[in-house]
């Protein structure tokens, strides 16, 4: 490491700002020997904001053309993150076409990204003249004179009032007062009190003492003394000594004062020490409990051959096939080296089934971390995975997570395990930077030496073609764990089945048929509809009206339960109209259905079954997946409703039946991969049937019945997927042949965003030719007031991909300075979904 010892040194620090490169500040003398890369400061940023970030870099070269402000207070005594995850930062930033401190914002938990909080102050030449003050002014300047300081949460309540920004813009005209900004780190360690015996007491014959004197005196102070006994084991070989002060009240039903008059005694002491936030677990069994069987010990086999030579590789193994059991032995294998091991789950729905099973085998060795976890707890989980290397107990080695998990910093991963890797749920769309956690995860694992295990029943079409090039090792598990077969897929024709009026509300005959034989042997079901809400929309019988947002272009979707119509874009309600505004008339029906409407159908069907929905609206709270899906699993539910929640790699041993309630609406949307997506979903769906006892069934509603994708679905034939929309992307120019990269433009003005999507589009046109899309409107032409134009850039596999991107970025970055175009909001999508 190079010597500072008597140079002026500078530092180089990342802001979690949407701006270019890295900001220089001076380091004050005294703190030159506290300053490391990795660790959190605080800086001034332009004239009045305060922010914190991270030194990436310490040099004494000392700027030229401006004078470099001083650094305002260190907040880490180690780094807060490692110089891998700094490389994996600029990659980021460098493929996702986006900045350094965007990918800083979405990496670190928000308790780390410090909070900065306006206050006023007394002006130091106030000369406490309040004759020129109104009465509300004279209330601040009164409580400053008191206080010192008011934050302007503080200003509001004095005030009494929300708008106090004017108040307080006259107040610093008058040089009565001044604006400051004071930034606190939020993230405070969970501290608990303990209560333990004073020596003195420690020994038999003290105690005996005790005891006869607070009988005579403070019985109630006895009782107490008397449950710290029996809490702490004191008599046994290994006493706790110290209790929690909580329980021991509780124990006792006794109060604070009881416990303050003991300590004021000299009797007991009263401390706090640091606790986790987060649960204990205890493994209860070995990995070499579990059996494979022969087709998974030869699986097991053929991804360790070919980690020997790739880096990477694909599972691909049929639902219910015993995927989970060969991550696990390749976990014990990565954990026995002293390794760290990332599990990848698509949705955090999946992370409690899976980490009860994980944790079954590895105990503390399991953590969780996603965005449902509150901030503390995040930093928590960060802190242990950071210092990994001075944790003997191996906690948190293995972590299951969302794609958040990601930037956790990792110090010595060896295995990356991203299951159902074809999930749409890996890509983040907003905010920047808009990554693919299954792509990224694969360039991480190379920054480790680390190897990436993809497993899902159905590979996303470029992951395939990657296995087929050569580049991903292949491995293929066709037959389900224990010899169960694959659940027989029926379709019920719904255009033959309202022709011959034999459906039930939204259920066709054959569902009705199956639903009602499952029941019957007390087994469940599972059905799904690709929307929630009660109905899709309210439309006029007479001149055919639809309620729309008011901010966005998109109708409105009515909820029963809140009795109210609600936009699922940017959360817009309003009530039901009696009367068509339009044309007066009261004909107004609900048309389409939702898991909302689906729930009270199959109640008002089925009064003495328990039906629950699965859905955004029913998840929201922490634990609102792992409820619905504990009750499922203890069989309190005999008919789950779900969206897209239900299809994502949960195993339920008792479903006999499902059913896809509108195949159409997904197989018919306007986009490229619509076909693969249906066939996935379909295909994913079906696999939560038949897990254990027998052989499940399927039921697919549509109005095509004969679409390819159902077909193949029906058949189970992948590769007959793959091929057939493996020539239409080559010959309509899509991934994996070429890639693409979208960029949305975004202004409330319609007229100035047509000027300069045309002028960006005409820009691009003329580099990179024929390869330019649009501009044009896509499906949803305005969200938030905002309207939309998009413009696609196709880039051939062959070219140079980090120069063509640059020239890409180039002028993207000339249209943002051109002063014309500065309020155009512009979002760079790499690889979109």
């Given at each position: 490491m190079e010597s500072f010892d008597k140079q002026i040194l500078f530092v180089e620090v990342l802001l979690p700002l949407p701006v270019k490169g890295v900001f220089t500040y001076r380091v004050p003398w005294k703190q030159k020997d506290r300053v490391v890369k990795g660790i959190r400061v605080v800086v001034q940023f332009g004239r009045k904001k305060i922010y914190t970030g991270l030194v990436i870099d310490i040099h004494s070269n000392i700027p030229q053309n401006f004078q470099p402000k001083y650094i305002q207070s260190i907040l880490d005594p180690t780094p807060v993150v490692n110089e891998v995850q700094l490389k994996f930062w600029d990659w980021l930033a460098d493929y996702y076409l986006s900045y350094t401190g965007e990918v800083m914002n979405a990496a670190m938990p928000s308790a780390l990204k410090l909070a900065s909080e306006s206050k006023i102050v007394l002006h130091p030449s106030f000369e406490k003249d309040y004759s020129n003050f109104n009465e509300k002014e004279y209330l601040i300047i009164e409580a400053l004179e008191i206080q010192g300081v008011l934050t302007l949460s503080e200003v509001s309540k004095i005030m009494e009032q929300t708008k106090i920004l004017p108040v307080i813009k006259n107040l610093i005209e008058k040089k009565a007062v001044l604006m400051q900004e004071e930034v606190k780190d939020t993230y405070k360690p969970k501290k608990e009190k303990y209560v333990s015996l004073k020596e003195a007491y420690l020994n038999e014959q003290s105690l005996s003492e005790l005891f006869d004197e607070l009988n005579k005196k403070a019985y109630k102070q006895l009782e107490l003394l008397m449950a710290y006994i029996k809490l702490s084991d004191f008599y046994s070989e290994e006493s706790k000594e110290a209790v929690r002060q909580s329980a021991l009240l509780h124990d006792a039903n006794a109060s604070h004062a009881q416990i303050k008059a003991l300590e004021n005694k000299g009797i007991v002491e009263v401390f706090e020490k640091e606790e986790s936030r987060l649960a204990s677990h205890k493994s209860s069994a070995t990995t070499e409990s579990i059996k494979l069987t022969p087709e998974q010990e030869q699986t097991l086999r053929e991804i360790k051959n070919h980690f020997e030579e790739k880096n990477s590789v694909l599972l691909h193994g049929v639902t219910g096939s015993g995927k989970t059991e060969i991550y696990i032995k390749l976990i014990r294998e990565a954990i026995d080296q002293g390794k760290q091991v990332l599990y990848l789950l698509p949705e955090i729905a999946l992370t409690g089934q899976i980490i009860n099973r994980l944790r079954r085998f590895f105990g503390d060795r399991v953590g969780i971390y996603h965005s449902k976890y509150n901030p503390f707890e995040r930093v928590e989980i960060w802190n242990t995975v950071l210092n990994n290397h001075e944790n003997r107990e191996g906690k948190y080695q293995v972590v299951v997570g969302a794609r958040s998990a990601l930037f956790l910093p990792f110090s010595n991963l060896g295995l990356i395990i991203v299951d159902e890797e074809h999930d749409t749920s890996y890509k983040q769309f907003d905010p920047a930077p808009r990554y693919h956690a299954r792509d990224a995860a694969v360039y991480l694992a190379t920054l480790h030496k680390a190897k990436v295990l993809m497993g899902t029943a159905t590979p996303s079409l470029e992951t395939y073609y990657n296995t087929q090039q050569g580049k991903y090792g292949l491995v293929e598990l066709n037959t389900r764990y224990g010899g169960l077969q694959l659940p027989e897929l029926q379709v019920s024709n719904l255009k033959e089945e309202k022709r011959k009026k034999k459906m039930r509300s939204m259920f066709s005959s054959l569902l009705l048929k199956n639903m009602e034989s499952a029941l019957e042997n007390n087994e469940q079901v599972i059905l799904f509809q690709n929307r929630r809400g009660f109905s899709l929309r309210v439309e006029c019988e007479v001149c055919s009206w639809i309620p729309e947002c008011r901010h966005c272009d998109v109708t409105l979707i009515y909820h029963k339960k809140s009795n109210l119509l609600k936009c699922h874009y940017c959360g817009y309600t309003e009530h039901v109209p009696n009367r068509c505004p339009s044309c007066g008339s009261q004909d107004i029906f609900m048309k389409g259905f939702g898991t909302e409407q689906v729930e009270e159908e199959l109640a008002l069907m089925y009064p003495n079954q328990n039906i629950k929905r699965m859905d955004l609206d029913t998840t929201r709270s922490k634990h609102g997946h792992q409820r619905i899906i504990n009750d499922f699993e203890a069989r309190r539910i005999d008919i789950l409703v779900g969206t897209q929640m239900v299809t994502k790699g949960l195993d339920f041993d008792n479903v006999s039946v499902v059913g896809i309630l509108s195949a159409d609406g997904f197989l018919s949307f306007p986009d490229f991969r619509a076909f693969e997506r249906g066939f996935q979903l379909i295909a994913q769906v079906s696999g939560r049937a038949g897990r254990k006892k027998k052989r499940g069934k399927v039921i697919i509603q549509a109005h095509n019945p004969w679409h390819d994708a159902i077909r193949f679905a029906l058949d189970n034939d992948y590769l007959s997927m793959y091929k057939s929309q493996i020539l239409e992307r080559k010959n309509f120019k899509y991934p994996?042949?070429?890639?693409?990269?979208?960029?949305?433009?975004?202004?409330?003005?319609?007229?100035?965003?047509?000027?300069?999507?045309?002028?960006?589009?005409?820009?691009?046109?003329?580099?990179?030719?024929?390869?330019?899309?649009?501009?044009?409107?896509?499906?949803?032409?305005?969200?938030?007031?905002?309207?939309?134009?998009?413009?696609?850039?196709?880039?051939?596999?062959?070219?140079?991909?980090a120069e063509t991107k640059k020239q890409l970025y180039q002028k993207i970055e000339e249209f943002r300075d051109n002063s014309s175009y500065k309020s155009i909001r512009l979002a760079i999508d790499v690889d979109p979904l």
């Amino acid at each position: 490491m190079e010597s500072f010892d008597k140079q002026i040194l500078f530092v180089e620090v990342l802001l979690p700002l949407p701006v270019k490169g890295v900001f220089t500040y001076r380091v004050p003398w005294k703190q030159k020997d506290r300053v490391v890369k990795g660790i959190r400061v605080v800086v001034q940023f332009g004239r009045k904001k305060i922010y914190t970030g991270l030194v990436i870099d310490i040099h004494s070269n000392i700027p030229q053309n401006f004078q470099p402000k001083y650094i305002q207070s260190i907040l880490d005594p180690t780094p807060v993150v490692n110089e891998v995850q700094l490389k994996f930062w600029d990659w980021l930033a460098d493929y996702y076409l986006s900045y350094t401190g965007e990918v800083m914002n979405a990496a670190m938990p928000s308790a780390l990204k410090l909070a900065s909080e306006s206050k006023i102050v007394l002006h130091p030449s106030f000369e406490k003249d309040y004759s020129n003050f109104n009465e509300k002014e004279y209330l601040i300047i009164e409580a400053l004179e008191i206080q010192g300081v008011l934050t302007l949460s503080e200003v509001s309540k004095i005030m009494e009032q929300t708008k106090i920004l004017p108040v307080i813009k006259n107040l610093i005209e008058k040089k009565a007062v001044l604006m400051q900004e004071e930034v606190k780190d939020t993230y405070k360690p969970k501290k608990e009190k303990y209560v333990s015996l004073k020596e003195a007491y420690l020994n038999e014959q003290s105690l005996s003492e005790l005891f006869d004197e607070l009988n005579k005196k403070a019985y109630k102070q006895l009782e107490l003394l008397m449950a710290y006994i029996k809490l702490s084991d004191f008599y046994s070989e290994e006493s706790k000594e110290a209790v929690r002060q909580s329980a021991l009240l509780h124990d006792a039903n006794a109060s604070h004062a009881q416990i303050k008059a003991l300590e004021n005694k000299g009797i007991v002491e009263v401390f706090e020490k640091e606790e986790s936030r987060l649960a204990s677990h205890k493994s209860s069994a070995t990995t070499e409990s579990i059996k494979l069987t022969p087709e998974q010990e030869q699986t097991l086999r053929e991804i360790k051959n070919h980690f020997e030579e790739k880096n990477s590789v694909l599972l691909h193994g049929v639902t219910g096939s015993g995927k989970t059991e060969i991550y696990i032995k390749l976990i014990r294998e990565a954990i026995d080296q002293g390794k760290q091991v990332l599990y990848l789950l698509p949705e955090i729905a999946l992370t409690g089934q899976i980490i009860n099973r994980l944790r079954r085998f590895f105990g503390d060795r399991v953590g969780i971390y996603h965005s449902k976890y509150n901030p503390f707890e995040r930093v928590e989980i960060w802190n242990t995975v950071l210092n990994n290397h001075e944790n003997r107990e191996g906690k948190y080695q293995v972590v299951v997570g969302a794609r958040s998990a990601l930037f956790l910093p990792f110090s010595n991963l060896g295995l990356i395990i991203v299951d159902e890797e074809h999930d749409t749920s890996y890509k983040q769309f907003d905010p920047a930077p808009r990554y693919h956690a299954r792509d990224a995860a694969v360039y991480l694992a190379t920054l480790h030496k680390a190897k990436v295990l993809m497993g899902t029943a159905t590979p996303s079409l470029e992951t395939y073609y990657n296995t087929q090039q050569g580049k991903y090792g292949l491995v293929e598990l066709n037959t389900r764990y224990g010899g169960l077969q694959l659940p027989e897929l029926q379709v019920s024709n719904l255009k033959e089945e309202k022709r011959k009026k034999k459906m039930r509300s939204m259920f066709s005959s054959l569902l009705l048929k199956n639903m009602e034989s499952a029941l019957e042997n007390n087994e469940q079901v599972i059905l799904f509809q690709n929307r929630r809400g009660f109905s899709l929309r309210v439309e006029c019988e007479v001149c055919s009206w639809i309620p729309e947002c008011r901010h966005c272009d998109v109708t409105l979707i009515y909820h029963k339960k809140s009795n109210l119509l609600k936009c699922h874009y940017c959360g817009y309600t309003e009530h039901v109209p009696n009367r068509c505004p339009s044309c007066g008339s009261q004909d107004i029906f609900m048309k389409g259905f939702g898991t909302e409407q689906v729930e009270e159908e199959l109640a008002l069907m089925y009064p003495n079954q328990n039906i629950k929905r699965m859905d955004l609206d029913t998840t929201r709270s922490k634990h609102g997946h792992q409820r619905i899906i504990n009750d499922f699993e203890a069989r309190r539910i005999d008919i789950l409703v779900g969206t897209q929640m239900v299809t994502k790699g949960l195993d339920f041993d008792n479903v006999s039946v499902v059913g896809i309630l509108s195949a159409d609406g997904f197989l018919s949307f306007p986009d490229f991969r619509a076909f693969e997506r249906g066939f996935q979903l379909i295909a994913q769906v079906s696999g939560r049937a038949g897990r254990k006892k027998k052989r499940g069934k399927v039921i697919i509603q549509a109005h095509n019945p004969w679409h390819d994708a159902i077909r193949f679905a029906l058949d189970n034939d992948y590769l007959s997927m793959y091929k057939s929309q493996i020539l239409e992307r080559k010959n309509f120019k899509y991934p994996p042949f070429y890639r693409i990269v979208r960029i949305d433009l975004r202004h409330k003005e319609v007229e100035k965003l047509n000027k300069g999507a045309f002028e960006l589009g005409k820009n691009l046109k003329h580099t990179f030719g024929q390869n330019v899309l649009g501009p044009e409107f896509p499906v949803v032409p305005r969200i938030r007031n905002y309207y939309i134009k998009q413009i696609m850039v196709k880039i051939p596999k062959g070219k140079k991909l980090a120069e063509t991107k640059k020239q890409l970025y180039q002028k993207i970055e000339e249209f943002r300075d051109n002063s014309s175009y500065k309020s155009i909001r512009l979002a760079i999508d790499v690889d979109p979904l």
